[in-house]
T-cell receptor
């Protein structure tokens, strides 16, 4: 079945630095890749997603890149701030039937990001 | 923005008992899912809750242990049956509001079994 690997498991950066989290997926049929941020004791919140018909997507300080050939996708956070500290999960899904994120999400193992002030 | 409500938010239960978790959304959704997040771990899909029919379970999860109902387009329940300490987890529902829309999660139910 589909497997998603995520690295690193922990990441500590200084405020203002950039952070990069990488994921690799196994199922070549995967074509939708969301990223969720989960603060301690809170729900996972969607922060950005990308579909396989594009290679990069940006939203202010957050960007996601996708390399379909290598089955890699990455989250890039620039100018990190203490409020970026959280666990970040990547996920992969195959668009079937209804389309969108309606098929099951396979999650990576998570990255604990700590932004030091 | 649309609201996803889960009840209870947390509970402490005795082993061997069952608990039903509710997920209510304030507008009709196309799909609903149930996930489990064990302490300090990632999210694992339990099943897709199908409106008006039996849920679709993932490998390792069975209906007898995790019966799911979805009687309409805004409500679903997950029951954790015959609980053991290994069932101590956060249980989350997620929903999709329309075609090509992403999944959004409820706040989760933190379940502890003694």
């Amino acid at each position: 079945g589909e497997n998603v690997e995520q690295h690193p498991s922990t990441l500590s950066v200084q405020e203002g630095d950039s952070a990069v989290i990488k994921c690799t997926y196994s199922d070549s049929a995967s074509n939708y890749f969301p990223w969720y941020k989960q603060e301690l004791g809170k729900r996972p919140q969607l922060i950005i997603d990308i579909r396989s018909n594009v290679g990069e997507k940006k939203d202010q300080r957050i960007a996601v890149t996708l390399n379909k050939t290598a089955k890699h996708f990455s989250l890039h956070i620039t100018e990190t701030q203490p409020e970026d500290s959280a666990v970040y999960f990547c996920a992969a899904s195959s668009l079937e039937g209804y389309g969108g994120a309606t098929n099951k999400l396979i999650f990576g193992t998570g990255t604990l990001l700590a932004v030091q002030p | 923005s649309a609201v996803i409500s889960q009840k209870p938010s947390r509970d402490i239960c005795q082993r061997g008992t069952s608990l039903t978790i509710q997920c209510q959304v304030d507008s009709q959704v196309t799909m609903m899912f149930w996930y489990r997040q064990q302490p300090g771990q990632s999210l694992t899909l339990i099943a897709t809750a199908n409106q008006g029919s039996e849920a679709t379970y993932e490998s390792g999860f069975v209906i007898d242990k995790f019966p799911i109902s979805r009687p309409n387009l805004t409500f679903s329940t997950l029951t954790v049956s015959n609980m053991s300490p290994e069932d101590s987890s956060i249980y989350l529902c997620s929903v999709v509001w329309g075609r090509n829309q992403p999944q959004h999660f409820g706040d989760g139910t933190r379940l502890s079994i003694l």
